[in-house]
Nanobody
Framework: QVQLVESGGGLVQAGGSLRLSCAAS????????MGWFRQAPGKERDFVAG????????WYADSVKGRFTVSRDNAKSMVYLQMSSLEPEDTAVYYC????????????WGQGTQVTVSS
């Protein structure tokens, strides 16, 4: 089991930037592929970005490519999501997630952090 706690959400104007952080504990963080998801009101939770165990591989949803960057610091058991050129459509609750059981399914989740982008 891994515990995940997100932080860094808030209110930002369109075109602005935010950096989300996710602190992990309870498992060997460096062995866990990590990801970020988001859920807007009335919509399903969608994949945003993923990162492999050593940070050498990252992948993104088309909607955020070129604007968002995922990274990790295994020494600190942290994963980050740098968000730039934010748009009102990016407004959502953002969740950090981990793959703890192998395969490609995310099975551990944080509580989420709200990001609101005003126009």
């Amino acid at each position: 089991q891994v515990q995940l706690v997100e932080s860094g959400g808030g209110l930002v104007q369109a075109g602005g930037s935010l950096r989300l952080s996710c602190a992990a504990s309870g498992r060997t963080f460096s062995r866990l592929p990590m990801g970020w998801f988001r859920q807007a009101p009335g919509k399903e939770r969608d994949f945003v970005a993923g990162i492999n165990t050593n940070g050498g591989g990252t992948w993104y949803a088309d909607s955020v490519k070129g604007r968002f960057t995922v990274s990790r610091d295994n020494a600190k058991s942290m994963v980050y999501l740098q968000m730039s050129s934010l748009e009102p459509e990016d407004t959502a609750v953002y969740y950090c997630a981990a793959q703890t059981r192998g395969g490609h399914s995310y099975d551990s989740w944080g509580q989420g952090t709200q990001v609101t982008v005003s126009s």
